[in-house]
């Protein structure tokens, strides 16, 4: 696995739960590395173990963890710069949507040796879509499910989302629009600012 996942979940769990309890999950898990570098790659079943031993910590289900790692990583202020690479994907919520069959190369542009799931947007009407996410690993479809209702919150618009389970091996996840402009949406400059 790549080490920019494992380096999320560190960060999730310390930001959201202190050090302390990252420590304890990583001794939990067997893991013997505190801090994962952000450019190595590790054994997938050390991240199994993280997110197990993180959920077992937090006494929530794995999914859980999943999609709370999805939010944190386009919520939280140390990880600014993945919100304003998704904000790029359109205007609103629903150009947001059409553009994730694109992330998987951007991504890709910005770390080359990283994989992140497929993305595959399919319209059934123009208020309900689904989102076909295919990934060697199960359960990151529960990730794209956070980062989705946070940028949703995050475009102002009000939506349901909901993991209808996998098919043939590829997570998929149904989306109702209910209102594209329910509130104002947070934000966003083009240019980063310096602090």
Not at 17 to 25: A, E, H, L, S
Not at 54 to 72: F, N
Not at 108 to 123: H, M, Q
Request: net charge negative.
């Amino acid at each position: 696995m790549h080490g920019l996942i494992n380096r999320a979940i560190q960060c999730f769990v310390r930001d959201s739960y202190g050090q302390r309890r990252w420590v304890d999950v990583t001794r939990m898990a067997g893991v013997e590395i505190i801090d994962f570098e952000a450019m190595l790659h590790y054994e997938d079943s050390i991240t199994t173990s993280l997110v197990a031993s993180t959920a077992k910590s937090l006494g929530v289900p794995e999914e859980t963890v999943l999609e709370d790692l999805g939010t944190y990583l386009v919520s939280h202020p140390n990880v600014e710069a993945l919100r304003r690479l998704l904000r790029f994907g359109g205007v609103n919520f629903v150009e947001f949507l059409h553009s994730l069959d694109d992330l998987p190369e951007r991504a890709r542009l910005a770390v080359d040796d990283l994989t992140i799931p497929g993305l595959e947007l399919e319209e059934h009407s123009p208020e309900k879509l689904s989102l076909r996410c295919t990934y060697e690993h199960a359960g990151f479809g529960h990730v794209i499910i956070g980062v989705l209702r946070t940028m949703a919150d995050d475009y102002g618009a009000l939506v349901f989302l909901e993991h209808s389970g996998v098919e043939d091996g590829v997570e998929i996840i149904d989306i109702t629009l209910i209102e594209t402009a329910f509130a104002s949406g947070r934000e966003f400059d083009l240019g980063a600012r310096a602090e």
